[in-house]
């Protein structure tokens, strides 16, 4: 089995692909500037970008997890992922209150998916 590597730095991947499966490694916010909706279209974006570069796009999620350092944040949180998701394709979902490795990320996501097949 070939495993692929995408954004890979001495700790951690980005992404990796085995067998067709997509997997996302937690995404935070690059900019801790602004509020939680935009701090979690921030990260969607990134979703966006490494699944497009690992043949895959938000159709094809299977299963995400969000956390959140605090779960009062949930509305505004969904404001984006309402937007953002694909249509009649919402994937597993679990959200959890989680305290996060910065205390200026209000979001971080994770999430796996299946590559498009052509």
């Known amino acids: ?6 954004g890979q730095t ?3 991947s ?8 997509v997997f996302l490694s937690g995404m935070v916010p690059e900019r801790t500037d602004v509020g939680v909706t ?10 966006d970008k490494w699944l497009a ?22 509305a505004a949180m969904n404001e984006a992922w309402d937007e953002w998701v694909a249509p009649d394709r919402a994937p597993a979902r679990a ?17 796996s998916a299946v590559q498009i097949q052509k």
Request: with cysteine.
């Open 38 to 47: 935009e701090q979690t279209r921030d990260v969607l974006a990134q979703i």
């Open 10 to 12: 001495p700790r951690l």
């Open 53 to 74: 570069e690992c043949g895959s796009d938000k159709k094809h999620i299977l299963e995400a997890t969000i956390f959140l350092p605090n779960l009062s944040d949930y």
């Open 1 to 6: 089995m070939t495993i692929q590597y995408f």
């Open 14 to 21: 980005e992404a990796t692909v085995a067998n067709g499966f």
């Open 95 to 111: 959200c959890v209150e989680a305290k996060l490795a910065n205390p200026e990320w209000a979001v971080e996501i994770k999430v």
